[in-house]
């Protein structure tokens, strides 16, 4: 097996990491292992992609503990068509959706976290007026 140690541009990077991920042939060294975390060029994109994922999480959960219904892709073939008419809606190249998608995201995690508070507020509410019921029905 010969191994081929390569640069890649950074405007190919995503494109070419694809492609050789769909393959399964590549193999990634860490060329910055003496380097601090947080001083790596991608490190605050990696931290918004986690912060994204964050709410994501929280968003799926709130489904579920809502029974709200989520449909899963059938397989990973129309999990990529999905995001291909996606890009398409959003007029974004597929390597660019993230951006396009992340705000999206953050405006339903705030929604959601709002209309979970107003639900709260309402159940406390129903609380204290069955209280009520119960102190009226007494008297």
């Known amino acids: 097996m010969e191994l081929y140690r390569v640069t890649i541009p950074k405007d190919d990077a995503w494109k070419v990491v694809e492609a050789l991920g769909k393959e399964d042939v590549a193999h990634f060294i860490d060329l910055n292992k003496g380097e601090q975390p947080f001083s790596l060029p991608y490190a605050q994109r990696i931290k918004l992609c986690d912060d994204t994922e964050r709410k994501v999480h929280f968003l799926i959960n709130k489904c579920n503990e809502y029974r709200i219904k989520m449909h899963k892709p059938a397989d990973a073939d129309v999990f990529a068509k999905q995001i291909e008419r996606i890009g398409e809606e959003k007029k974004k190249a597929t390597h660019l959706l993230f951006d396009a998608i992340e705000p999206d995201v953050s405006d339903k995690e705030e929604f959601v976290q709002r209309m979970c ?16 019921a119960e102190v009226l029905n007494f008297v």
């Open 117 to 132: 508070k107003q639900i709260a507020e309402m159940k406390q509410d129903v609380d204290k007026m069955v209280d009520y």
